[in-house]
């Protein structure tokens, strides 16, 4: 029997998801912590609650199961981004060890609400290793490419190596860039998004020569995401199944061009929830269930 793998563009089945007006808590508290996490502007609190609510029911319209992160396990406006702190794996979940200080309170959070959905995970043994779900992209069920960075390094690696076993063939790791410096959030799903089992988008103007030369080699049809739409998540889409993606609306370019591509395109309002803290609808959502 072959071993249990997972993919990134089958049908999302099952998904968490955390609410702003519980990440945020209230409109003093978002004004006093917003900067201190890093965040590029203040989001508007009734504003991120009304985005969070239609973003969780196009996710539902959609027919996957949402799970909501129960709100005493929002330990920081970063919570926000359910993706970070665990990665979905064959065999299961695996429980990051965050790069960002702030976020660390994160892991044990999810590992709480995974146990209450009776789904098991593991922990990281190496106290040396960081990994951030951010850092992972299943470019094939058996082929995984890590981010080696600010965020996640090779011990990170090592460990989700380990983790996977024989469930995936070969780990890539892509060393990423300085760019903005550590204060900054750059994973490598900020520079390759799957779209479906052939096609991803990506921004190669941060990538690694080899490693934009090995997807070609792969066999796999690269958009490119307009430069000018970078910096407003136009790289960051998620996939709901190999035909549907979910995309920021201000991303007008990239929308077209996907539709184009013969993709269909739901898109979101994300100003407060996505823009602000530079977090995509792959950062809102933690898939528990594909295929």
């Known amino acids: 029997m072959s071993p249990s793998r997972f993919s990134m563009t089958a049908p999302l089945k099952r ?4 609410h702003a007006g519980d990440c945020f808590r209230s409109p003093a508290w978002l004004a006093a912590n917003w900067q201190p996490y ?3 502007f203040e989001p508007h609190y009734d504003a991120a609650c009304a985005e969070s609510d239609r973003f969780i029911g196009i996710l539902r319209e959609f027919g996957a199961k949402v ?8 330990t920081g406006i970063d919570s926000l981004y359910v993706h970070d702190p665990v990665v979905t794996c064959g065999p299961g979940f695996l429980l990051g060890r965050m790069g960002k200080a702030a976020r ?4 044990e959070a999810m590992e709480t609400m995974l146990n209450q959905l009776s789904m098991g995970c593991q922990s990281i043994a190496d106290d040396n290793a960081l990994l951030e779900g951010g850092d992972v992209v299943w470019l094939r069920p058996e082929l995984v490419a ?8 090779h011990a990170g690696a090592d460990a989700l190596a380990a983790f996977c076993g024989d469930t995936v063939d070969e780990v890539i790791r892509v060393p990423l ?11 490598l799903m900020s520079l390759v998004s799957p779209l479906s089992e052939d096609c991803l988008l990506v921004h190669s103007r941060l990538m690694p020569v080899f490693f934009r030369q090995r997807l070609e080699r792969e066999g796999f049809r690269l958009l490119e995401v307009p430069i000018e739409e970078y910096d407003t998540l136009g790289s960051n889409v998620l996939a709901l199944d190999q035909e549907t993606c979910l995309i920021e609306r201000s991303n007008t370019r990239t929308v077209r061009m996907l539709a184009d591509e013969g993709f269909n395109v739901l898109t979101y309002e994300g100003r407060n929830i996505s823009l602000a803290g530079s977090g995509g609808p792959t950062c809102l959502t933690r898939p528990l269930v594909r295929g």
């Open 104 to 107: 660390r309170p994160e892991t």
């Open 67 to 74: 799970d909501i992160l129960e709100a005493n396990l929002c």
């Open 15 to 18: 998904v968490l998801v955390a």
């Open 38 to 40: 890093g965040f590029r």
């Open 146 to 153: 890590v981010g080696i960075g600010f965020r996640t390094n």
């Open 177 to 187: 860039p300085w760019d903005q410096g550590p204060s900054d959030v750059l994973h």
